[in-house]
């Protein structure tokens, strides 16, 4: 199994949709193994809003996962020529805006971006969904339903929702922005956990998951003054629902720029590599965006 890189890791790698992050905004990730009490496990998720576990799930079932996942995309042209689809290459001779990521704010709400290309990629990309690799075999692997039935002590009680994004992060593409999930969940209960499984390694400038520092009670403090504000004002349930999110970004984001969000709230992007089997654990409040795609892989 590869080696994740060492913190800390040069400034100069770690850039976000406004620009690169400074020292002082960024820190490490936590990490956990899956091995610890469940106890240990769950007080960990509680004080950090997230839980990040090595080698949760089989490498080669992720990487079983990844392949499809690019064999499907190929016909886009978004593969270097020549290369392995589990390699997941990108073709350098591509326009990036011809592959851009999916559900990162490329277009306003839900329309598609770019051209006759663009389309082709995005089209491949939400059919992915839909593939028995992907909602069956992936999305309810049975390593990662055990283990939030235990962490939650929901037992047979766990459910999984329907609702997933195989999100894509591509070379030259702006990455997702400042969101929580909650945002995206409205018309449900702030009870769920989400998991983040990057599907294959992942290094400092490969554009992985960051999570805002104690982002969760940001998370859970934006919620409950806007849910206070909406009923001093007499708004029912769904009006209040409806006008939060139309005070989103068109996208759905708290900010598009992860430095500026930083130095607003004077908090740190916690950071890490990642590798294939890893997976994160958070709090539906939990605070994240995404570093800047800089590698071909």
């Known amino acids: 199994m590869p080696h994740a890189e060492q913190f800390p890791p040069t400034p100069e790698s770690l850039f976000v949709n406004d620009g690169p992050l400074a020292a002082d905004q960024v820190g490490l990730l936590r990490a956990s193994n899956p091995d610890l009490p469940l106890e240990e496990l769950r007080q960990r998720y509680e004080e950090d809003g997230y839980l990040f576990l090595k080698g949760l799930l089989p490498r080669q079932d992720v990487l079983k996962a990844r392949e499809e996942y690019f064999k499907l995309l190929s016909p886009s042209g978004v593969l270097k020529d020549g290369t392995a689809p589990v390699d997941g290459i990108f073709n350098e001779q591509n326009d990036p805006h011809d592959y851009p990521g999916i559900g990162a704010g490329a277009a306003d709400g839900n329309g598609k971006p770019g051209g006759e290309k663009a389309e082709k990629f995005v089209d491949l990309a939400l059919q992915a969904h839909y593939e028995t690799w992907y909602k069956e075999d992936f999305c309810k692997h049975p390593v990662l339903r055990d283990l939030i039935a235990k962490l939650t002590g929901w037992g047979e009680s766990t459910l999984g929702v329907r609702r997933s994004l195989l999100r894509n992060n591509t070379p030259g593409n ?7 999930d909650q945002i995206f969940l409205r018309h449900g209960e702030p009870t769920s956990v989400t998991a983040w499984v990057p599907m294959g390694d992942v290094s400092l400038s490969g554009g992985g998951l ?3 520092e104690k982002g969760y009670t940001l998370g859970r403090e934006v919620e409950d003054t806007f849910t206070k504000k909406a009923r001093e004002c007499g708004m029912s349930d769904e009006e209040a629902r409806n006008a939060f999110n139309q005070n989103m970004l068109s996208t759905g984001l708290l900010a598009d720029g992860p430095a500026e ?4 709230f004077d908090r740190r992007w916690l950071v890490t590599a990642y590798e294939a089997g890893d997976v994160v654990l958070h709090t539906p409040f939990a605070v994240s965006s995404r570093m800047d795609c800089k590698e071909v892989r």
Request: glycine share 8%; proline share 0%.
């Open 174 to 180: 702006k990455a997702i922005g400042v969101h929580y």
């Open 210 to 212: 960051i999570y805002l």
């Open 261 to 264: 969000y930083a130095r607003r």
